[in-house]
């Protein structure tokens, strides 16, 4: 058996805590600002992150996700903040990012994801596998980890 579960899992409990750093110093109000030329706001990136862990790993794999299902709707592709009634919580959402490794550990330990329905990603990348979703996921946040850091300039810059 591949490495590449484990090590994907390792390096998303290790990846996981900057996000929480990188919103250190910032008001709710920050969180919330959409600046100008940006299409969604830090609270979504964060959001986005957990929410499309899930759907990549377990979605795809027909397992239950562990995301409230209003989180799901409030911060899929696609989504936008604009469209929110009230934002998700921050405190829920700075749980999931920290709990959501560990769960994830614990399924793949427990040989829970059996089945994959493969998936054509938004920039072309075909995810055939569970192993492949996993490698994506990284890749994925780290584009909204450089998100999250143009957010906060802006955001810091606005404020200034």
């Not at 579960?5 to 990846?15: A, E, G, R």
Request: proline share 7%.
């Amino acid at each position: 058996p591949s490495d590449t579960p484990v090590m994907s899992v390792s390096l998303l409990k290790q990846t996981r805590p900057m996000f929480l750093r990188l919103i250190e110093g910032l008001s709710h109000e920050d969180l919330l600002t959409i600046p100008a030329g940006f299409n969604n706001n830090i609270l979504w990136n964060l959001g986005h992150v957990a929410v499309t862990q899930q759907l990549l790993h377990y979605g795809l794999s027909r397992l239950p996700l562990n995301v409230p299902d209003e989180l799901v709707t409030q911060c899929r592709k696609g989504s936008s903040p604009a469209d929110w009634e009230r934002p998700p919580d921050l405190g829920d959402i700075q749980r999931l990012l920290i709990e959501l490794p560990r769960q994830l550990e614990a399924d793949l330990a427990a040989g829970r994801f059996t089945e994959f329905r493969p998936y054509m990603t938004s920039v072309g990348v075909e995810l055939a596998d569970l192993e492949t979703a996993l490698v994506f996921n990284q890749y994925h946040e780290g584009l909204h980890t450089g998100s999250i850091l143009a957010l906060r300039r802006a955001v810091r810059a606005q404020r200034a």
